[in-house]
C-alpha cells in the first residue's frame, strides 16, 4: 500500500501545479474522514485497531477518491463520500479483502449522482483563467462556500475537456472548432494531459514493482483506444482520438490504480482480461453516448458486480481432469 501511495505521488504534484492547494485539501479531508471511520467501525466490530489503520488500504482508498473529486469541491463533500467509502463500501461487506465494489468508486459514484451540481465546479488550470485563485481563496471557498470579495468563481471555472466535448457535440459544433478552444492542449485538455501523463509514470513504477497484473491496465487502454479509434476513424468530426481518450479524465489513473484492484476484480489471467476490457469498452460507452462526462468509476462499479461470475468461468481446468475424463468415455 505505501508503494501505491508513492506512485501515486507524480500525480498528486502535477495535479496541485495545475490546479492549486485545494487537491491537497481534498486529499487530507478524505485521509483524515477515512482513518477515523476505519477506527470506529474497527472499534464497533472489536477488532484490533492499529494493524488495520496502518496497513495503508484507507488511505489508499481516501486518495484515489480525492483524486476524482473537483479540486474545489465543498469541506463536507469528500468527508461525507469518505466516510460511505470506508463504512459502506468496505466495513459493511466484512472489511479489507471481502468488499465487492471498490470503496473509492463506491464515494465518488455515490457523490456524483446525488450532487452534480457540486461536482462539476472545477476551477480553470494553471494561467488559464484572466482570475486564479489564490490559497486562501481556495481554502476560504472550500470551507466556506465564498469567496473574497471582488473575486467571482464564474471567472475562475472551467469545465472539464470531456465534460465540454460532450456539451459542444450537443450543440452540434464540430470536433476540429472544440479542440481548438485554448481549453485543450496538445493532445488532451491543459494541465490534465500532464496530470495523466503522472500517474502512467506512477503506474510503470507499478509494474516495474510487479505490484500489479500488466494484462490489466493494457487490456483497459487498448479496449478504449481501440473503441475511440474506431469511431474516430469513421467520423473524425464527431468522436475524438484514443490519445485523447487515454490522456482525458481517469483514465490512466484508473488503468493503474483501480481496475487492478485485486479484491474486487477477478483472480485469473483470462478473467482478468476479459474484466478490464469490458471497462474499457463501458467506460468509452458511457463517455461518448451516457449522461456523464466519465465513465471509469461507473464502470468499474458494474464489473465489480460480475468479477464472481468472470472468474467462476475463467478457471482453468484442475491439471489431469479432462484427460480422466477422456479416458472414462472411451472405456
Known sequence: MLKVAAALIPG???????????????????????????????RLRNYPIKPFVTDGSAIVTAWLMALSFPPLAPWWMITLAAIMSIALAKHMYGGLGQNTFNPAMVGFAIMIVSFPAQMSHWAAPLGLAPQSLDAAAQLQWIFTGHLPAGLNFDAVASATPLDTVKTQLMQHTNM???????????????????????????????????????????????VLGGMAGIFWLVDPQHYTSPLFHWFSGAAMLGAFFIVTDPVTSPTTPLGRMIFAGLIGLLTYLIRVFGGYPDGVAFAVLILNLAAPFIDQYTQPSVFGHKNRKKAGAKA
Open 176 to 222: 476540429l472548432t472544440i479542440l481548438h478552444e485554448k481549453l485543450f492542449g496538445g493532445i488532451g485538455g491543459i494541465g490534465t494531459e500532464w496530470i495523466t501523463a503522472a500517474y502512467l509514470l506512477g503506474g510503470l513504477y507499478l509494474l516495474q514493482q510487479k505490484l500489479i497484473p500488466w494484462i490489466v491496465p493494457v487490456t483497459f487502454l487498448a
Open 12 to 42: 498528486i504534484a502535477t495535479y496541485t501545479y495545475f490546479f492549486g492547494v485545494g487537491v491537497l485539501v481534498q486529499i487530507g479531508l478524505a485521509t483524515v474522514a477515512a482513518l477515523a471511520t476505519e477506527a470506529f467501525c474497527l
